[in-house]
């Protein structure tokens, strides 16, 4: 989450070239008084905390995402309708059309979450 | 000469049903007929399979129930009703009432709708009746409220105006925004496609000449047994798009089956299990019921054109669609299903199994659908001739 006083500096780009490293951005909402941009970060362990304290030393807010959603499977019926959707391909089909869900892919976006007719996904 | 639609040259509904009470019927799926197919050969596969089951499980917003709660203490002739707070039509007798599936709950708004009710009532659990009325003489109350279960009345019967479709339009997104459509969530620049319909388990697509599907076919209906009562409305099987009217015993049919549903920003829906047995009466219907997902097409279709004449991206084979990737222009595109195929599947394995177990007989329809209707628009009078009458 970006300050008024950050919106106006490439913070985001600044930082890809300074630590090299790709992020993927999902979703940006940014006006000229805030920011919020929900990104995918390919790293883990000392890399991410790295990354965090470099964005936060420019003053973002960094909020993790909780990672994993949640899905009722007695709800869920394997429809289908969450998978396209998904940016990341999280959810997929297994063996005789059952969805799976690859927890380490997902970026708790919660495109799926709205997606799912029967209501069976929740954020953890 | 051709045969005249509906012969049973290969073998007739009677003999079928004697196979059936002697545990000699051949029942397959029509995923397993596909295969045996392949491997043995049109002919050979038709001269020993009876019955090809068939499944589907997906969003049929034309579906409700016909409901009779019985006469209160003193009696009232409702004129609205609600379940759930959900309203149901009231333009029939006092005590009778229509509760469509795509009706939206008043208090909840989409997230709650008549497929949910229909649900709640299917799986046992109590919903809460309230309806009004103006009084008369013979039915002098004018309100009502309590709980009921599905047991508490008189009849409850799932009666879909339209169900089944042969297939069903696969969609895509043009435009730079997100939409919600009943095609579900489309990303914006093509970025995913939707499709409904179960491809080569499509009931109706397995029998495409209609030469074993009418009235009074007998069918699987959302976890019980069920009947074609007729054509569905928008029925237009020249263009491989065949629709159901089917009905059967709420009471007997099972939450597994029927799925109150919200597609988002869209409303509220249910998820009907529909199953077709075909029996293999012809060399037509044989070759019909043979057709693989590679063989039946559909168009890919831009829902970000927000109109009745949306145009065309491309025709698609359903192979192509449950592959999980369609080529649109030169990139992948990720697709997926709204009706869920491993539903699907097990609606056809389960009708399969119940006639394989002397649960389920075949029935020869009293008449069969028609294999040709025009599907029209809406014509908008001008308002000047709507004020000239």
């Known amino acids: 989450m970006y300050k008024p006083e950050h919106v106006k500096r490439p913070i985001l780009a600044e930082t890809v070239l300074k630590k ?76 005789g059309w059952s969805l799976m869900l690859d927890e380490k892919r997902c970026v708790g976006c919660r495109v799926c979450v709205d997606a799912c007719p029967f209501r069976a996904i929740k954020m953890a | ?77 409702m004129w609205h009703c609600w379940l759930n707070d959900v309203p149901a039509y009231k333009g029939l007798a006092a005590v009778d009432a229509y509760l469509g599936a795509t009706a939206i709950s008043e208090s909840k708004g989409f997230e709650y709708g008549g497929g949910h009710v229909i649900e709640d009532l299917v799986s046992g659990r109590e919903v809460r009746l309230r309806a009004d009325s103006y009084g008369t003489d013979c039915y002098p109350r004018r309100y009502v409220e309590t709980d009921l279960t599905i047991e508490d009345l008189n009849q409850a019967v ?3 105006p339209r169900n089944a479709y042969q297939r069903y339009n696969a969609a895509t997104n043009s435009t730079s925004r997100t939409i919600y459509t009943y095609m579900g969530t489309l990303l914006p620049n093509y970025g995913n496609v939707t499709f409904s319909g179960s491809g080569q ?9 209609f030469e074993t599907i009418g009235i009074g076919t007998r069918i699987f209906l959302g976890g019980g047994a069920g009947y074609v009562i007729g054509e569905g409305t928008q029925h237009c099987p020249q263009q491989r798009f065949g629709t159901l009217m089917v009905k059967g015993d709420l009471k007997r049919m099972s939450g597994r089956y029927l799925r109150g549903a919200t597609f988002h920003r869209y409303g509220p829906t249910l998820y009907v299990g529909v199953g077709l047995p075909i029996p293999i009466i012809n060399e037509n ?88 209707r025009e599907f029209k628009p809406l014509p908008e009078k001008s308002m000047a001739a709507a004020c000239r009458r």
């Open chain 2, 158 to 160: 799932l009666l879909n």
């Open chain 2, 201 to 209: 388990l499509s009931p109706v697509h397995k029998d495409m000449g």
């Open chain 1, 20 to 95: 090299k490293v790709l992020l993927n951005i999902l979703e940006a909402k940014v006006n000229s008084q805030k920011g919020e941009l929900i990104v995918s970060v390919p790293l883990e362990g000392e890399a991410l905390e790295d990354l965090v304290r470099s964005f936060e030393a420019e003053g973002v807010a960094v909020e993790r995402l909780p990672r994993i959603v949640e899905i009722d499977h007695e709800r869920c019926t394997s429809c289908g309708a969450c998978v396209s959707p998904c940016p990341v391909s999280a959810l997929y089909f297994g063996p």
């Open chain 2, 285 to 372: 219907v044989a070759r019909s019921a043979a057709l693989s997902d590679s063989e039946i097409f559909t168009d890919l279709i831009d829902y970000g054109v927000p109109s009745r004449e949306r145009p065309t991206v491309k025709r698609v084979s359903y192979a192509e669609l449950k592959s999980g990737k369609v080529v649109i222009g030169e990139e992948g595109v990720r697709s997926s299903p709204l009706s869920s195929l491993k539903m699907a599947k097990e609606v056809a394995e389960v009708l399969r199994d119940w006639i394989l177990e002397k649960r389920f007989f075949l029935a020869r329809p009293a008449e069969l659908l028609p294999a040709e």
């Open chain 2, 1 to 77: 000469m051709p045969e005249a639609r509906g012969s049973e040259t290969l073998r007739k509904y009677e003999e079928i049903n004697e196979r059936i009470s002697r545990g000699e019927a051949t029942v397959l799926t029509a995923d397993e007929f596909v295969s045996a197919v392949e491997s043995e050969g049109l002919e050979k596969a038709a001269r020993e399979v009876d019955v090809v089951t068939t499944g589907t499980f997906g969003a049929m917003c034309s579906s409700g129930a016909f409901l009779n709660f019985g006469h209160s203490e003193p009696p009232i002739k």
